[in-house]
C-alpha cells in the first residue's frame, strides 16, 4: 500500500521553495557571519569599523532598497550581473539564485550579531593561556574560540533560518512574485490578499508562517541548551 501523493499546489510549493531557500541562505551567510563577527570582536585592523558597518547595513536600510541595489549590482544590466550573463550566460535577477542571496543578505545581520553576542562572552584569558602554550592563531581559533562559540554559531544559524522564511522586500525587489518559480510563502501571504476571497488562503499561509517560526525557535533553545551542557558552560 502506498503512501498518498503530497499535494503540489502553489501554496506547498511556496513552503517548499521557502525551506529550500532558507537553509541554502543560512549555509551561505553562516561562515560570512562568523567571520565578520571575529573580525569585528578579535582584530584591531583599521577597517573593522567599516566591516562592522556593511554586516549591519541590510538591517537599518530598508528591504526594498537592498533588493534594488543587488538588482542595480547582480542584474543583466548591472556590473557584476552584465558580466556574469555576457561570460558564462548565468542571469541571477528574478530566478531562485536571486531569492537565494537576497535572503542571504538580510539575515546576515541577525546572524552577526548573535556569533559576535557570543565571541564577545568568551573568557579571553582562555585564548591567551592557549597561545603561551605554542598554539597558533589558527590553532587557538579551532580548539579553543570555535567550540566555545558554538552555542552563539547555532543560535545565530536557527535565528537566520526563522528570519529567512518571513523575508519579503528584498526578495519581491530583486527576484520579482513568479509562481512556482521565485514565490516564497510570504510572497504567497500579499498575493492571496491581492486577489478576491484570498483571505482564507492567506490566514492559512499566515498560521503556516507562525508555526514555522515557532518551531524554528524552539528549536534553537534546545539546541542551544544541549550544546552548552555538553561543553559544561551551564
Known amino acids: 500500500m502506498g503512501f498518498p501523493a503530497f499535494p503540489d499546489t502553489p501554496e506547498w510549493q511556496a513552503l517548499r521553495l521557502s525551506l529550500l531557500v532558507a537553509a541554502i541562505a543560512v549555509a551561505i551567510a553562516l561562515p560570512f557571519a562568523v567571520g565578520g563577527a571575529w573580525i569585528v570582536s578579535r582584530s584591531r585592523a583599521p577597517g573593522r569599523g567599516v566591516v562592522n558597518a556593511l554586516l549591519h547595513l541590510p538591517l537599518v536600510l530598508p528591504p526594498i532598497v537592498v533588493g534594488y541595489l543587488l538588482l542595480l549590482l547582480l542584474g543583466v544590466r548591472g556590473p557584476i550581473g552584465h558580466l556574469l550573463f ?135 533553545e534546545w539546541l542551544n541548551a544541549r550544546l552548552r551542557l555538553r561543553l559544561g558552560l551551564t
Open 86 to 220: 555576457s561570460m558564462f550566460g548565468v542571469r541571477i535577477a528574478f530566478t531562485v539564485k536571486a531569492v537565494v542571496i537576497a535572503t542571504a543578505v538580510m539575515i546576515l545581520p541577525v546572524m552577526a550579531r548573535s556569533t559576535r553576542l557570543a565571541l564577545d562572552a568568551i573568557d579571553r584569558g582562555l585564548e591567551a593561556a592557549a597561545r603561551t602554550l605554542g598554539a597558533s592563531r589558527a590553532d587557538v581559533f579551532a580548539s579553543v574560540t570555535l567550540p566555545l562559540m558554538a552555542p552563539g554559531v547555532l543560535a545565530a544559524a536557527a535565528i537566520g533560518f526563522t528570519a529567512a522564511l518571513g523575508e519579503f522586500g528584498a526578495v519581491i525587489i530583486f527576484a520579482a512574485n513568479i509562481e512556482g518559480e521565485t514565490r516564497t510563502l510570504p510572497l504567497a501571504i500579499y498575493t492571496a490578499l491581492q486577489a478576491p476571497g484570498g483571505e482564507t488562503a492567506a490566514a492559512r499561509l499566515a498560521a503556516i508562517s507562525i508555526v514555522f517560526a515557532l518551531l524554528g525557535l524552539a528549536s534553537s
